[in-house]
Nanobody, 123 residues
Framework: QVQLVESGGGLVQAGGSLRLSCAASGRTFSTYRMGWFCQAPGKEREFVAGISRTGGMTYYGDSVKGRFTISRDNAKNTVYLQMNSLKPEDTAVYYC????????????????WGQGTQVTVST
C-alpha cells in the first residue's frame, strides 16, 4: 500500500511555470511506476506523464510533450512534474498515481491515487 500527497498547484499566468510534487509513503516507492493525470471540469481524466521505477523511461501525453517534464527521486519518495509554457487549456486538477504494472497511459493501470492539486492558468 502507498499513500500519495500532491502539492505545488496554484494560479499562474499563461506562459508561466509550476512544479508539482507528489510525496509517497508506505510500501517501497521505488517498486511503483508513477504517473500524472489531469481532469478538467466535465472531462474525463487524461494521461499527462509517466515514469518507470528507476526513472530511466518517461512517457508523455501529446498535449504536453516538450513543455512538461516528469522526474522522480527515489531517495526522497517523491515524483515531480515540471510544467513550463503553461496554457489556459492546462487548467485542471492534477493527480499523482502509482502503478505496479500495465500501460502507463491508462488510469485503470494505477491502483493508488492522491487527492489532487488544482492548477489554474489565466490568460
Amino acid at each position: 500500500q502507498v499513500q500519495l500527497v500532491e502539492s505545488g498547484g496554484g494560479l499562474v499566468q499563461a506562459g508561466g511555470s509550476l512544479r508539482l510534487s507528489c510525496a509517497a509513503s508506505g510500501r517501497t516507492f521505488s517498486t511503483y511506476r508513477m504517473g500524472w493525470f489531469c481532469q478538467a471540469p466535465g472531462k474525463e481524466r487524461e494521461f499527462v506523464a509517466g515514469i518507470s521505477r528507476t526513472g530511466g523511461m518517461t512517457y508523455y501525453g501529446d498535449s504536453v510533450k516538450g513543455r512538461f517534464t516528469i522526474s522522480r527521486d527515489n531517495a526522497k519518495n517523491t515524483v515531480y512534474l515540471q510544467m513550463n509554457s503553461l496554457k489556459p487549456e492546462d487548467t485542471a486538477v492534477y493527480y499523482c498515481a502509482a502503478s505496479t504494472g500495465g500501460s502507463y497511459y491508462y488510469a485503470e493501470s494505477y491502483g493508488y491515487w492522491g487527492q489532487g492539486t488544482q492548477v489554474t492558468v489565466s490568460t
